[in-house]
């Protein structure tokens, strides 16, 4: 082959690249290749691996309920965060009005002078 041929046949720049598979996972591959409408089983391979790179680089798409679940656990920690906060400022209001009532500072103690 010469020079000339190879860019003719390699229009879209890609290389070759050798791979071997078991029996089976040919099969299956194959099988996934037609299933998924691909002219040939080289062309799921190309984008069988270009997708496992994506993956590597953390660079994909998240499935419709894995972000549905996602953004329902965010929202349950947000609401677990608030209910602390409230839980935390009721016990540290009751610890007060319990010191409060020990010292005998407690505007309830106060004395009254007949007014409401």
């Known amino acids: 082959m010469t020079e000339s041929s190879t860019t003719t046949v390699n229009a879209d720049k890609r290389e070759r690249?050798?791979?071997r598979l078991g029996r089976d996972m040919k099969q299956r591959a194959e099988?996934?290749?037609?299933?998924?409408g691909y002219t040939?089983?080289?062309?799921?391979?190309?984008d069988a691996v270009d997708e496992k790179i994506?993956?590597?680089?953390?660079d994909y798409d998240?499935?419709?309920?894995?972000?549905?679940?996602?953004?329902?656990?965010?929202d349950e920690l947000k609401a677990l965060s608030t209910?602390?906060?409230?839980?935390?400022?009721?016990?540290?209001?009751?610890?007060?009005?319990?010191?409060?009532?020990?010292?005998?500072d407690?505007?309830?103690l106060d004395a009254e002078?007949?007014?409401?």
């Open 106 to 108: 407690n505007y309830l």
């Open 31 to 36: 099988y996934w290749a037609q299933k998924h």
């Open 17 to 19: 690249a050798v791979l």
């Open 62 to 74: 998240l499935p419709t309920l894995e972000i549905a679940r996602l953004n329902q656990v965010v």
């Open 113 to 116: 002078d007949g007014e409401l």
């Open 54 to 58: 994506r993956r590597e680089n953390l």
């Open 40 to 46: 040939s089983v080289n062309e799921y391979m190309a």
């Open 83 to 104: 209910n602390q906060a409230n839980l935390e400022r009721v016990v540290t209001s009751g610890f007060d009005s319990l010191i409060g009532l020990t010292r005998g």
